[in-house]
């Protein structure tokens, strides 16, 4: 009976963090189109008030992109590994959805910058980014604040890459 008053409490927690995360942001702004991954406009009108490249890479220290080598580094890929068991295995796994997304093919599904801000600055994110907030609205759980620095965001990003599909 406890269990389900706890769970019933999360959901409703949740759901609150979702109204109140995707009431905020947008803004009146003018509105720009938002470009593809090509660069070229998508038709959409970009509402939320960020700029082309924080729609497709996100909002935090990242700001131009990233200088990465064709292949994984092998000892960033051990410590990235070892970060990712330390911080993020309690929510994600590799190859299934858990409290979070699996990772296995994160890379495939956002740039690596992205990837790299969302680790680094969730709360904004969750706040202001469109597609953050739909993987809130989807999974009702925000992603934590792990206090990691960018090298290690980075040794993150490149165990990602190491385990993605493509690279094997």
């Not at 706890?6 to 995707?22: G, N």
């Not at 959409?44 to 580094?73: A, R, Y």
């Not at 495939?108 to 709360?123: F, G, S």
Request: proline share 6%; glycine share 6%; net charge negative.
């Amino acid at each position: 009976m406890l269990s389900k008053v706890r769970e019933a409490i999360l959901l409703l927690f949740s759901i609150t963090l979702f109204v109140a995360f995707t009431g905020c942001g947008g803004g009146d702004e003018a509105t720009k189109k938002k470009s593809n991954a090509e660069g070229q406009e998508s038709g959409v009108e970009n509402t939320s008030g960020l700029t082309d490249f924080q729609l497709k890479n996100g909002i935090g220290p990242v700001t131009e992109p990233l200088k990465l080598s064709e292949k994984p580094d092998p000892a960033k890929v051990a410590k990235g590994e070892a970060l990712f068991k330390e911080k993020c295995e309690t929510c994600h796994k590799l190859d299934e959805k858990l409290v979070g997304p699996a990772q296995r093919d994160v890379i495939e599904r956002r740039t690596p910058e992205y990837i790299v801000n969302m680790i680094m600055n969730p709360a904004e994110m969750l706040e202001k980014h469109p597609e953050a907030k739909k993987m809130l609205a989807e999974y009702l759980t925000p992603m934590t604040y792990q206090d990691v620095t960018l090298d290690q965001a980075l040794d993150i990003l490149e165990y990602f890459r190491s385990v993605d599909p493509k690279n094997k």
